[in-house]
């Protein structure tokens, strides 16, 4: 069944390509930079976790609206509802993502790639807490975002992603998944080349 859901993804993915009829612009490379919230999902009568922010690194190849990405992702501590316990994210990712082409400096991305997520915790007394060692999980990342042009080599995009995870495991009974809210800075990739802003 899960075939299926990314079957369906890939070919909406290329669906979106024909149907924008952008014209060749050739390979470049993007970097940037950004702001993230996480939110993990938890299950019932495991210690839920807070929105955590974190800071954002994106690197990537792009060509004709279609784009190979890297992003990584390091979180402040935020709290959970065990006073003694706040905790941590790092989460890093590989993607495939579509940039629509763009009309009055705007444009949508669709994004579809692999995450690794590890969640720390940090304990304020020193005690153990039961099921709180590091988790590390990988899955699947579906996002979405709209963009918009500042200059002719820069962007700005806000991001929607779900991290789904493909297991569950006892020994790591709470990380079920995530959403995040990112805001990106985008420099290079495709230059804008229609006629005004």
Same mark, same amino acid.
């Given at each position: 069944m899960k075939i299926q859901?990314?079957?369906?993804?890939?070919?909406?993915?290329?669906?979106?390509?024909?149907?924008?009829?952008?014209g060749r612009q050739g390979i470049h490379f993007l970097y940037g930079g950004g702001l993230s919230v996480v939110i993990p999902?938890?299950?019932?009568?495991?210690? !839920?976790?807070?929105?955590?922010?974190?800071?954002?690194?994106?690197?990537?190849?792009?060509?004709?609206?279609?784009?190979?990405?890297? !992003?990584?992702?390091?979180?402040?501590?935020?709290?959970?509802?065990?006073?003694?316990?706040?905790?941590?994210?790092?989460? !890093?990712q590989v993607s495939l993502s579509y940039r629509?082409?763009?009309?009055?400096?705007?444009?949508?991305?669709?994004?579809?790639?692999?995450? &690794?997520? &590890?969640i720390n915790i940090v304990s304020s007394t020193g005690a153990t807490i039961a099921g709180s060692s590091s988790n590390q999980t990988s899955g699947?990342?579906?996002?979405?975002?709209?963009g918009f042009r500042r200059n002719q080599t820069e962007r700005w995009e806000i991001e929607y992603s779900?991290? !789904?995870?493909?297991?569950e495991n006892s020994a790591q009974p709470y990380l079920s998944g995530a959403h995040m809210i990112s805001l990106h800075y985008i420099f290079g990739g495709a230059p804008y080349e229609g006629g005004g802003l």
């Open positions: 859901y990314h079957l369906l993804f890939a070919m909406m993915l290329v669906m979106a390509s024909a149907q924008s009829q952008a999902q938890v299950r019932s009568n495991i210690v !839920s976790h807070d929105p955590v922010a974190a800071g954002e690194i994106v690197v990537g190849v792009e060509e004709d609206g279609w784009a190979a990405e890297y !992003s990584g992702l390091r979180s402040l501590d935020a709290g959970t509802n065990n006073a003694a316990a706040d905790y941590n994210v790092t989460i !890093s629509t082409i763009e009309r009055n400096g705007r444009y949508y991305k669709y994004k579809y790639g692999r995450m &690794d997520q &590890d699947d990342v579906y996002g979405f975002a709209i779900y991290y !789904s995870r493909n297991t």
